[in-house]
């Protein structure tokens, strides 16, 4: 209905639109609830939007919202389907950016802790140009600007720009991990992990797994295994 509101005539037929205004993830059978809807239709990616619609818990409240997010993780975890929440962010200080994608959004900071990654979005003043940054638990962040692009007077696409690390950046990482690879062995000659690092090099994991892969390459270092 609402696709056809807008004109859209032709979507998937597994893409599914509803209004759920009986939802309530803060109370008992919310959960049960969203979870039979998806496994009676097969669903794999839920999204959820705005997030303060789907309970009536205070997100201010780390006690009231903790309870909400355990059963979005839980919902995720027993179907196999991917839950994203879209959720407002506050409104900045007055001449500040707004401040790290963890503490942008609205309400109590158990809401950004229970996520396994964020996506933060950041308008520029007309509106066709967002800044990107994810951040993720398991890999390191990543920054990308998605460009509106208007194709005609009734179609439009996004394109993706991603900033790739220059070659002089590229190799001053490598050396950084290579010090540090160099400095962690002295005081550990049984070997070394990239965990050993994280705190010698401002870098992310993922980056630093990257890092002395080439340094094992060009035969720098030595692997191990077992």
Not at 11 to 36: C, F, K, S, T, V
Not at 153 to 174: C, G, H, N, Q
Request: one cysteine or more; proline letters at 5%.
């Amino acid at each position: 209905r609402y696709l056809k509101a807008l004109g859209i005539e032709n979507y998937p037929a597994n893409l599914i639109l509803a209004e759920a205004p009986r939802l309530d993830l803060a109370q008992a059978g919310g959960e049960a609830e969203l979870m039979q809807a998806i496994r009676e239709r097969h669903i794999k990616l839920v999204i959820i939007d705005p997030f303060i619609y789907s309970h009536t818990a205070d997100e201010n409240n780390a006690k009231e919202m903790q309870p909400v997010c355990a059963a979005l993780k839980s919902i995720a975890r027993e179907t196999k389907c991917t839950v994203l929440v879209v959720h407002h962010v506050r409104k900045p200080f007055p001449g500040s950016d707004g401040g790290d994608p963890v503490d942008r959004g609205r309400g109590s900071s158990a809401i950004a802790a229970a996520a396994d990654a964020i996506l933060d979005w950041r308008l520029d003043s007309k509106g066709r140009l967002v800044q990107c940054r994810v951040v993720s638990k398991d890999v390191d962040s990543l920054d990308f600007k998605a460009r509106y692009v208007p194709e005609g007077e009734d179609s439009a696409r996004w394109s993706i720009e991603v900033d790739e690390p220059t070659p002089e950046e590229a190799a001053a990482s490598l050396a950084a991990v290579r010090d540090a690879a160099i400095r962690a062995l002295v005081t550990k000659p049984e070997g070394i992990t990239r965990n050993d690092l994280e705190g010698s090099v401002q870098l992310g994991l993922t980056t630093i797994g990257k890092r002395l892969d080439r340094l094992v390459v060009t035969g720098i270092l030595e692997l191990k295994t077992g």
